[in-house]
Nanobody
């Protein structure tokens, strides 16, 4: 069992930045891939970014390329999402997820955090 706890959400003006963190605990040895997803009101949850165990393999959604960066600190069992140039349409609950898969993936995650709210005002 793996527990994931997100933090760092909040209210920010358009063009601003936030850094989300997700701390993992429990059977962390089984975690290989970590990812971020988001869900806006009335919309389905969507993939944002993913990173492999070593941190060298990444993938992100087209709508965040160049603005958001995923990274991880394995010594701290933590994954981050640096979000720059935020837009009102980035407003959503952001979720951290973990997978025991072998490569970064946009689906198939087993463990999920409770989410952190990000609100971007215009």
């Amino acid at each position: 069992q793996v527990q994931l706890v997100e933090s760092g959400g909040g209210l920010v003006q358009a063009g601003g930045s936030l850094r989300l963190s997700c701390a993992a605990s429990g059977r962390t040895f089984s975690i290989y891939v970590l990812g971020w997803f988001r869900q806006a009101p009335g919309k389905e949850r969507e993939f944002v970014a993913t990173i492999g165990w070593g941190g060298g393999r990444k993938d992100d959604a087209d709508f965040v390329t160049g603005r958001f960066t995923i990274s991880r600190d394995n010594a701290k069992n933590t994954v981050y999402l640096q979000m720059n140039s935020l837009k009102p349409e980035d407003t959503a609950v952001y979720y951290c997820a973990a997978s025991s898969g072998v490569r970064p993936t946009r689906s198939g995650y087993t463990y999920w955090g409770q989410g952190t709210q990000v609100t971007v005002s215009s």
